[in-house]
């Protein structure tokens, strides 16, 4: 596979990284320097050039390449190149584009823009896996399938639950919630009549879904007291999914006119003039009762320092946003509950939209003795009861444009992907049915 | 510098020498050689043992490399292939003392081509496989050679190949190195057969035709014969030898784009341009003021030609005495010796675009001599060159100066006079082989004395690396932790 990369920052030097035992690699960059470091730990022809200029493209063979990464700091580049990339004959055309506005959904991917296989809007990404670790602190897991647009979330059923309280009658089951897990036999919520306490119930949506539905599981956790710190464009993506569902409490600004226009923009949220990395200005404005914490500034420095301030002030959950590589390993260290980093969560979707086989991607759940598999559908629309699933296996849900849930007779359209729950013990059975399927040609 | 990452990523290629000294152990078996069997026997086992050593110290250690280690890999294989290629000469008794044979085998694998050997004839067959087989190895390089065979080493690899690849920048052709080098070897085996091929049409023995392949196309310069190409005294031989000599001094990266249908880079390389007008001009300099000696067109140029190109490409081969040649010659010649061939290919010498661009820096200079408010930058065709390149190339030219005034006093002190002693240290540094006096090429450089013999070797090895890697190991830098 040959894969051209343009851009030598640290999403392209990551996505280099993670990429150069599979395929070969091209790095375009109008920069030499940062190619010079780049080629320090990547080994990948190097190209000086700016990758809007077809001669350029030209030089990096483009029409020989399978896939294209536009991931310079410029939106418009990103897009041109990825274009022109397209129409030079690249197969597959990945941009990473930063303003959200550019976006008609608020997914941060978007397919066939342009006739751009896939546009990334990084921040948003972030945003999206910032939820995932706030969905965290209530649930046993969150796994991001389907590049992270969808979340599997297992949940213990507490005496709290309305589910539980309404005994008695037959459990009116919120749609996400798709699977019950009981005594350690996985069924589909379909079977399940009642809900009973220490019932682990599998909810599969999009993010904010899954969010929602977890704390409407948990309303003894009591009010939620989220605080961002950051007012940049991943702060107030993250205060504008929040806020309509009162999960966020205040945003924290250093900037005056910033604050101004986030104020404008942004209803339902308390915003805060005033340094993140200030101990006296936090302990003014009581952060350490928040529960949860968001540290999402551009800068690393700042993020750190306030992140250890809030764990200092008792702050129970604290999650900070890293740019650059090797910086996640510091924070484990000192004590803060999880990390996200952009070009982490970049290249986990690049590598996602890699052609592979049916089986795209699979998480063991061993606790719960369950594998979270998420297959991709061949050429041909098929149904549900076409697929090779052992029995015992649940299909949670369809993601694809949007995410649908699944009864036997749903059909899957080429491009789609299954997200599958399957027990432990089965899960070989699956794994050689689709080996055999590949073999083949074609999906599942 | 980690010594055990160095030593573990120096015992594979170790392994990969003992594998090349293989093939003269057994010609000396199947030559019923005693005395050679034992030689590289030896020579092998001594390689193998210290390879296993290295392993041992290196065990454990993880697969990163930095740049200091990679420096460390590549000075100290070089070092011990010297060592090692040099211990058959001394056990089969075809040179007085080891540092002579140091100096013969660093000749070998820097492919300069001077020896220490009065009679090659007198040779077994296994000791001039042997080297002309340093030539093959040296031309294009150990490390190039190894990652080329050696299944993936990532990144660690690029940092060794840009240690032993010549010319002011390496770049890739392909996007792995691993590709780029075996493209390189490819193209580099692929023009060594051709030439065999065409060495043996032209009457030369099957034996000789591929020793003198391997020699001519690492620019080496050792020959199986003592006269050299001259022995054959045959114009077809000479116009061949002629033709890969100029092959092999140009960058073979180059070649893999021409044979990837991009033929205008082939033309329109200003390297190559630059290179081939300098061999055109030297060419008929010479051909006119030997006009006396052979008086016929043909003749001339055939005997011209082909001594500008031994020198220029640095490989030293010899028709002719060309210390016998007017001192207009010989001193052209003297500075064509420091020139040397293209960047990337597997001659040695400042190499031409360095020259180019001192030229070009001179010129620039000039004019802003004249008209201070001019800003112009330095161009190679249509590319510019950046000013730090520039002045890396300035710093390379005053660094091959000093080393080649330092090593000419050495000689000078050591009793050598004047001529031979510039003409020898030059003749070393950029891998040219024969010098001009007491050690021109029909002479050589068996008595020189010891110290001088060594200093010289340590010349070839600062030249083949590109000077600033052996020199680096001097500095204190490169051996913190």
Known sequence: ???????????????????????????????????????????????????????????????????????????????????????????????????????????????????????????????????????????????????????????????????????????????????????????????????????????????????????????????????????????????????????????????????????????????????????????????????????????????????????????????????????????????????????????????????????????????????????????????????????????????????????????????????????????????????????????A | MNPRAVARLAAPLLALVVVTLLAPVGLALHDGDALGVFAYGVATAGCGLLAALLRWFGRGTDDSIHRKDAIGVVVLVWLAMSIFGALPFVLDGSVPTFAAAIFEAASGFTTSGGSVIPNVEALTRASNLWRCEMHLIGGMGIVVLFVAVFPQLGVGAKQLFKVEVPGPSSEGLRPRIKQTALALWWIYGALMLLCTLLYWLGGMPIFDAVCHAMSTLGTGGFSTKAASIGHYQSAFIDWVTIAFMFVAGCNFGLYYMALRGRWRDLTSNPELRFYLAVNLAVTLLIAWAIWDRHPDVGESLRYASFQTLAVTSTTGYMTEDFDAYPDICRFVLFLCMFMGGCAGSTAGGLKAVRVLLLLKAIARELRAATSPNVVESIKLGRAAIPAQVTSAVLVFFAVYLAIFALGSLVLVALGLDLISATSGTIACLSSVGPGLGSIGPSRNFADVPALGQLVLSACMIAGRLEVFVLLSVFTRDLWRR
Not at chain 1, 193 to 216: K, N, Q, S, Y
């Open chain 1, 1 to 443: 596979m040959r894969v051209v990369i343009v851009g030598a920052g640290e999403v392209g030097r990551h996505l280099g990284r993670s990429l150069q035992h599979e395929a070969e690699l091209i790095l375009v960059d109008s920069d030499a320097q940062a190619l010079v470091v780049a080629e320090e730990n990547i080994d990948a022809l190097s190209l000086v050039g700016d990758a809007t200029h077809r001669k350029v493209l030209a030089r990096a063979e483009i029409g020989r390449a399978d896939l294209l990464i536009a991931v310079t700091p410029s939106d418009a580049v990103n897009v041109v190149c990825a274009a022109l990339a397209r129409s030079m004959g690249v197969r597959q055309a990945v941009a990473r584009v930063d303003d959200p506005d550019f976006f008609a959904t608020d997914l941060g991917f978007e397919r066939g823009v342009l006739g751009i296989d896939a546009v990334l809007c990084a921040s948003r990404l972030v945003s999206v896996e910032l939820l995932r670790m706030l969905a965290g602190v209530r649930a046993l897991h969150v796994v991001p399938v389907a590049a992270g647009l969808v979340h599997v979330a297992t949940h213990e059923l507490g005496e709290d639950s309305p589910l539980v309280r309404s005994r008695g009658r037959a459990t009116h089951w919120p749609e996400a919630i798709a699977a019950v897990i009981r005594g350690g036999h996985l069924r589909p919520v379909a079977e399940v009549e009642h809900a009973e306490l220490g019932d682990v119930v599998l909810i599969c949506g999009r993010p904010m879904t899954v969010l929602t539905a977890l704390h409407e599981l948990t309303p003894a956790s009591g009010s939620v007291r989220t605080t961002i710190v950051g007012g940049g464009d991943v702060g107030a993506q993250l205060a504008r999914l929040l806020a309509p569902r009162g999960l966020i409490d205040r945003l924290i600004e250093r900037s005056r006119p910033r604050c101004s226009e986030l104020a404008e923009q942004l209803d339902q949220v308390q915003i805060l003039h005033g340094d993140g990395t200030n101990l006296a200005f936090l302990r003014e404005e009581q952060v350490g009762s928040a529960d949860a914490l968001l540290a999402v500034t551009g800068s690393d420095e700042a993020n750190l320092m306030t992140s250890l301030l809030a764990r200092e002030l008792g702050v129970a959950q604290v999650f900070a946003l890293v740019h650059r590589p090797g910086y996640a390993g510091v924070y484990s260290h000192l004590g803060v509950s999880g990390t996200v980093s952009p070009h982490e969560t970049v290249a986990r979707v690049v590598h996602w939209l890699l052609p592979r086989g049916a089986l795209v991607g699979r998480t063991p759940l061993e606790d719960l003795g369950v594998e979270i598999v998420e297959l991709r559908v061949g050429e041909q629309a098929a149904r549900i009861a076409d697929l090779p699933l052992p029995p015992g296996a649940v299909v949670l849900a369809i993601a694809g444009d949007g995410v649908r849930s699944a009864r036997v007779r749903t059909n899957i359209s080429p491009g789609e992907h299954a997200i599958v729950v399957v027990p432990a013990a089965r899960i070989e059975l699956l794994v050689t049915a689709l080996a055999r399927g590949d073999r083949r040609g074609g999906g």
